[in-house]
């Protein structure tokens, strides 16, 4: 499928299903497929992200991924608050970069047309791109510190501890790209991190990045054997999902493309060590899955290819859950630095000489 096909598929979700809601503000595109040209396949593992803006301060659980018109679209919900102005979003590693170019695709008021065209204007000054990198550093220090200190709720299910220590470390990876000026995608961060690091001559700061996980030794073999325990896993886990957790929607038939295809595809071409952080998020959220609906035998089934995945990192206990995350703590001012570096490469001064206080201070609207 074209991108163009996908885009419009997302499109027409939106007009049939929450445009005339009347908490509907707008939409827009975000993800790895923004910046794509329409004539562009789809690229095998990649869904169209969609982000619906509600006037609900407290929206619920997002509706998530599906497939409608042939494309795999997820859709999430944004809370209009968090899009009140132009400083907010610049400001948000997360937010700035679906504005950097007119993603809009529903802005019934131009709100949304006005906050795109300031976020543009000054995303890629040094200022404001320091600020979004801070911003991911402290995800990964908020996030370790608790496992530095044994701060762990003693009875939180063993993938679940997993998970908590996985994603801040993987954070370490959005530093850099929002100090480069790069998405800073979920599923393929460390690729994308590895190019952009190459890209600047500063490769030299990956390994470390690989080695905070635990896969920087990690052979294709490998990544081959638990990618074969994981599509069993999640075979068995889609096919019995019922209780409602946030990511269910990543655990179902729609999402199998992503993660076992597409994750297929990266082994295939070398790179096995950069799939390793989807790989072990996707087969933990299996573990939740099945502990909750599964059926004993599929959880005794399940549990030694999860058990053998983190063996390979050098995980088996929450001692070393701690002791990684200290490692990757120690490492912040070394990954400051080059955060530093690629920020100086990357961006541009500021356009105006006005104070940032008094150009963008304005509300959205």
Known sequence: ML???????????????????PWFVGAYFSGSTVGLPDAAEVPLGSDTDVMVVTADPDPPTKPGKFTHRGALVEVSLVPEAVLASADEVLADYHLAGAFRTDTLIADPTGRLGRLQRDVAERFAEPDWARRRYQHALARVRNGLTRYDRGDLDPAAPWPELVIGWLFPTGVSTHVLLAAGLRNPTVRLRYLRTRELLAEHGLLAAYPPLLADLGCAELTAERAEVHLAALADAFDTAAGVARTP?????????????IAVDGTRELVRAGHHREVLFW?????????????????????AAHAPGFTA??????????????ARARRTLGRLPELTETAER??????VPAASTVPAATRSARPLG
Do not use: M
């Open 309 to 322: 995945l983190l063996a390979d990192l050098g995980i088996h206990t929450t001692e070393d859950l701690a």
């Open 279 to 299: 790989l072990v998020a996707s087969y933990a959220r299996c573990q939740l899955v099945l502990a909750a609906d599964g059926t004993p035998d599929q959880r």
């Open 342 to 347: 690629l920020l100086a490469a990357s961006t």
């Open 3 to 21: 991108i163009k096909e996908a885009r419009a598929a997302a499109r027409d979700w939106v007009r049939e299903h929450v445009s005339g809601q």
């Open 245 to 257: 957790f946030p990511f269910r929607s990543d655990v179902s038939p729609a999402a199998r493309p």
